[in-house]
């Protein structure tokens, strides 16, 4: 097993019984394509670490706030958006284990917040699927949504909605698109 995955774990604080799912995970579909490799991109993990990821935080506000619906609905998208993932992503250095194409390492994809958040989500869907649930979302629990406690979401603007609600609160008015 490659040493640097070891320390990557470590910052997880997660075991892979079978590193190659991590290695998928942090593997660009720019490296992937370059086709000399043998690995497939991180684009199918992504797909199921956002809703893993989706699916715990749900869950988490669910039974933690009291909130209508809506709020409900702003929370979870403050803490599972792009910005937020990359923060994430920046705080555990995925950036420094990304397998990126020779292009995308040139244009400093690393530092991409797209494919940060990315492998964030793939980095969770790899520990599912290692896993199970209970590892995944004691990774989401830990560095994720123990930020909602200390307040530190990250806001989204949604200024359609916003638009929406202020147009709702007057008497006889609409909104058309």
Avoid: W
Wanted: aromatic residues 8%; contains cysteine.
């Amino acid at each position: 097993m490659n040493n640097e995955y070891t320390a990557l774990m470590d910052k997880l604080g997660y075991r892979f019984r079978d590193p190659r799912l991590l290695e998928k995970a942090l593997t660009h579909s720019s490296y992937a394509n370059e086709g000399r490799h043998g690995l497939e991109s991180n684009e199918r993990l992504e797909f199921l670490g956002d809703s893993v990821l989706g699916f715990v935080a749900a869950k988490y506000l669910f039974e933690k706030e009291n909130g209508p619906e809506g709020e409900l609905t702003k929370l979870r998208a403050a803490v599972v958006c792009e910005k937020a993932l990359c923060s994430y992503s920046k705080e555990l250095g995925l950036g420094n284990y990304l397998l990126l194409g020779k292009g995308e390492r040139l244009t400093g994809g690393a530092e991409r917040p797209s494919i940060l958040a990315d492998a964030f989500e793939a980095v969770i869907a790899a520990m599912y699927l290692d896993g199970g649930l209970e590892p995944a979302q004691r990774f989401i629990l830990a560095h994720i949504l123990n930020g909602l406690a200390e307040g530190e979401i990250h806001h989204v603007e949604d200024y359609k909605t916003e638009l929406q609600e202020r147009v709702q609160r007057r008497a006889g008015q609409t909104l058309s698109y």
